[in-house]
């Protein structure tokens, strides 16, 4: 794991030393292990190290391959490695390190780009062909390793987080007020925007090439999800067995490393499964647990402290457990600091994330994560059973829409931009947003429930996964710490795609079967209906405790509902409700105090908006006034 960046100029100017150093610099926490630059007159590659496989200078990046045409620098792990590496052997290649970089190098050398598709892996990869001057870019098929691209007047900046390119003198930062209203639509980026104006991000499973003749950069995708072609064969015993056999394989591939291994341990089913698993592999594993003060509590909130099931598992697994707890007050001492390592804005409140990782890297440097089961296996039916009975696409589209319309509306967007930014903005773009990431897939159809709920599927893992993963990424990498997800496994997924949806939905005959026009039916459903992940539920009952495997799902989140009313009150007013609040140049400032009013009286549950209205405040500070953390 590590930070790579890079800088070519098509426009044949020489590149300076001192560019990549600066870039690289600004990459320094995500690899306090080393450094290292390559440069060749109109390139330069750059790198900082997290040594995880092959700790010896061996390992360092730039790294050649043996027949001196390629270079790469590369942020990941291949999973795969040794089975590659004999493969790579048996045609001749040599390699003088343990390290994946090393099988990397020789394979991309053997195969060219295509090597991509042999990887197991998360990675971020650039390779630079000395002999035709080419410049290659690829990222991991799941889109675990982010890499982000700024492409101007002939020069091409490519890095691991935007702080890389911002370093760079040619870039000057500016607002994309086109993906400030993507944000402020769904919390999240649909598409591959940043609020960053030029900077995108390279699509998961993509590769790029640049050349010294590119006039614009376009995305060759090499793998896409596929849960159109499920095995009706195949029984529910089965699939139960395959899931169970695949998901140890996973985990174990997952546990190579030369430094120490650990797990987050929540008290949920699937980081329990990956610790229960972990445990057979290590001694005495390492696990580490977020929870919450709960003392000024009230409500649904008050059972979101999961420390007594995560004790429990871990006395059961016999694991050397940490624990961290979370108070209101640690939200205003953290928020700059995870704005300015996210600063590509995603998702939810995501500091609890910031701190179990802080808390991991002072034992590990590589943690286990339990990301990507939910979106699999089906974890959240109650979304799915808003829309698993529509009429036809544009049903569909309609219905999903508006539930992922998570922040703010189409019908009040303009409501809450200032004059000038309502201007700029075209409301509809976000709608049109959300149906390409369907209508990109040929294969999609919108016929049977069983078809809407597989979309669903799709939709949620090409997005909200995405923003999942993204988050970990940034706030694990903030701490020099590796995350790695053994549910984003190729075979595993693979074979995930192919489970029927009546395998993973407990209840869907049932609701097939509700009579919608009995008051209250499908409301009461989405709240009662808790049958998500229904033989991954049965697969992992061999690793874990009766109660976890029957426990509710619940997402990882602080009661910020109750202290945005309580302790944080005056915080949120004092960030955002002041004359010195930068961000009130892009949203209305009636508009924030009206929604942090109507949260304050207990009208409505703002929790969501109000954090985005937050990180957004200090993304302005940070990245448009150059405030410090």
């Not at 940043?194 to 390279?202: A, P």
């Not at 010294?212 to 072609?229: A, G, M, P, R």
């Not at 699999?376 to 009975?389: A, E, M, T």
């Not at 949120?572 to 892009?586: C, D, G, H, I, P």
Request: hydrophobic share 35%.
């Amino acid at each position: 794991m590590c930070g790579i960046a890079g800088i070519l100029n098509i426009n044949r100017q020489p590149v300076s030393h001192q560019e990549i150093i600066l870039m690289t610099n600004a990459l320094a926490h995500r690899g306090p292990d080393g450094e290292g630059t390559y440069i060749d007159e109109y390139m330069a590659l750059g790198h900082r190290r997290l040594a995880i496989l092959d700790t010896s200078p061996k390992g360092a990046q730039p790294m050649a391959s043996k027949n001196g045409e390629w270079v790469i620098i590369f942020n990941g792990c291949i999973y795969n490695y040794l089975e590659l590496k004999l493969e790579l052997r048996n045609k001749g290649h040599e390699f003088i390190s343990t390290s994946d970089t090393e099988v990397l190098a020789e394979g991309i050398s053997e195969y060219g780009m295509d090597f991509m598709h042999r990887l197991d892996g998360m990675f971020a990869v650039a390779a630079w062909h000395k002999p035709s001057q080419t410049l290659w870019l690829s990222r991991d098929r799941f889109g675990v390793k982010p890499l982000y691209y700024h492409f101007k007047n002939g020069t091409l900046l490519f890095a691991s987080e935007i702080k890389g390119i911002i370093a760079h003198p040619k870039y000057q930062v500016q607002l994309n007020y086109s993906a400030l209203n993507e944000y402020f639509t769904f919390q999240n980026m649909f598409s591959f925007n940043t609020l960053f104006d030029g900077v995108k991000m390279l699509p998961a499973a993509n590769t790029v090439k640049i050349n010294l003749e590119t006039t614009d950069i376009k995305h060759q995708s090499w793998w896409n999800y596929d849960f159109t072609q499920p095995d009706d064969s195949l029984t529910f015993e089965d699939a139960k067995e395959e899931t169970m056999r695949l998901f140890k394989k996973a985990v174990a591939k997952q546990m190579v490393a030369d430094v120490p291994v650990g797990s987050y341990l929540s008290g949920g089913m699937d980081s329990g499964s990956i610790a229960s698993v972990a445990s057979q592999h290590v001694p005495r594993l390492y696990t580490f647990t977020c929870g919450f003060d709960m003392s000024t509590v009230t409500g649904v909130e008050a059972n979101y402290d999961e420390r007594r099931d995560a004790e429990l598992m871990a006395s059961y697994f016999k694991t050397e457990h940490y624990e961290q707890v979370i108070n209101a007050g640690d939200l205003r001492w953290s928020l700059p600091k995870l704005v300015w390592h996210l600063e590509d804005l995603r998702v939810g409140m995501s500091y609890p994330n910031y701190y179990i990782s802080g808390l991991a890297s002072k034992f590990v440097k590589v943690c286990l994560q339990g990301t990507g089961g939910d979106e699999l296996f089906g974890g959240y039916p109650w979304r799915y059973y808003r829309v698993f009975q529509s009429l036809n696409q544009k049903d569909f589209f309609d219905q999903y829409y508006g539930f992922w319309q998570r922040l703010v509306p189409d019908e009040q967007r303009k409501e809450l931009f200032t004059d000038v930014i309502a201007g700029k903005v075209d409301v509809g773009e976000p709608r049109r947003i959300f149906e390409k990431v369907f209508t990109f897939n040929s294969n999609l159809n919108y016929d049977t429930p069983e078809q809407h709920i597989n979309n669903s599927l799709y939709f949620e893992i090409k997005t909200f996964l995405s923003g999942l993963l993204l988050v970990g990424d940034k706030l694990s990498m903030a701490h020099g710490l590796e995350e790695r997800f053994p549910f984003l496994d190729n075979e595993l997924v693979n074979f995930a795609q192919k489970i029927p949806i009546r395998h993973k939905l407990g209840n869907l005959e049932n609701m097939k079967r509700m009579d919608e026009n009995k008051a209250g039916n499908k409301v009461n459903a989405y709240r009662e209906f808790d049958d998500g992940k229904n033989v991954l539920r049965k697969a992992m009952g061999n690793f874990l405790p009766e109660q976890i495997i029957n426990r509710k799902k619940q997402g990882f989140s602080a009661p910020d509902e109750s202290w945005y009313r309580g302790e944080n009150a005056d915080y949120v007013k004092e960030l955002l409700l002041n004359k010195k609040t930068v961000s009130s140049e892009f949203i209305n400032p009636k508009y924030m105090e009206k929604i942090i009013n109507e949260h304050t009286n207990q009208r409505i549950n703002h929790r969501l908006l109000i954090w985005s209205f937050m990180n957004f405040e200090w993304w302005c500070r940070i990245f448009l006034n150059n405030e410090s953390v």
